[in-house]
Structure formats: structure tokens, C-alpha cells
């Protein structure tokens, strides 16, 4: 979907917050891994009744 289509869509949805990064495409995580974490962990500390640890970038090994 297009930004205005996630708009749509959020508006849709409880609890949903659309984030927008600049100059990335579909995969997030990858494109931006340091801004998806961080969105995600602000989102699970204003809605979630717990805290999550993420790990480091530095700490993630991917498989051969």
C-alpha cells in the first residue's frame, strides 16, 4: 500500500499508530532496522502492560 492507504487502513483499527520512515521501501526491518525497533518499542511501552527488550542490531546473527 501507498502511505495514504496505511493512513486509511490505521483508521480502520484500535490502537493502531502509522509510522512513516523516509527513503524505505517494504522491508522495514531491514531498511531501517535502529527506527523500526524503536517505534515498535514505543508502541508496546504506551500500550502493552509490560517492557520488551530488544536486542542490539550487533546482537542479531543471521543464518548462512
Not at 490505521?10 to 502509522?18: A, G, H, M, Q, T
Not at 512513516?20 to 517505534?39: L, V, Y
Request: hydrophobic fraction near 40%; include cysteine; proline fraction near 3%.
Amino acid at each position: 500500500y501507498t502511505v495514504d492507504g496505511a493512513k486509511f487502513f490505521s483508521n480502520l483499527l484500535p490502537s493502531v499508530e502509522c509510522v512513516t520512515f523516509e527513503e524505505c521501501g517494504h522491508f522495514m526491518a531491514i531498511d531501517k532496522p535502529q527506527e523500526t525497533a524503536r517505534s515498535i518499542q514505543t508502541f508496546f511501552d504506551k500500550h502493552a502492560n509490560y517492557q520488551v527488550k530488544l536486542l542490539s542490531i550487533t546482537d542479531i546473527r543471521l543464518c548462512d
